[in-house]
Every structure is written in structure tokens, then in C-alpha cells.
């Protein structure tokens, strides 16, 4: 799975304690498998675990 944004600002939900984590400046995330890549329009890339994550929603 492959989103493509422009410029948004993405929340993660984690399945413990509802924590959540906002990320600024989104340009895609990449989903295969169990792994997530979100990279940022300024070339920051953040991978995460996706059996960690409960949901991902656009803030902004």
C-alpha cells in the first residue's frame, strides 16, 4: 500500500496505552508487510512497526 500526500500532518495511534505520535510534512507513507515508511517532504524517513500501530489519521 502506498498513500501519497503534500505536506500533510499524520497521526499514529499504538495499540499500548493509546499513545499517539503526529508526523509533520508527510509526503508518503509505504506500508509492506509488517513495516511502515513515512517519509517527510524535507527527506526524513521514520519506519515503524505495523502490528504496533492501531490507526493512522490525517490531521491536517
Known sequence: MKA???GAKIKV???TVSTSRNFYNVAEIVQEGNA???KTGNGDQHLLNFENV???????
Open 4 to 6: 501519497i500526500f503534500e
Open 13 to 15: 495511534w499504538f495499540k
Open 36 to 38: 511502515v515508511l513515512i
Open 54 to 60: 492501531n490507526m493512522i489519521e490525517e490531521i491536517e
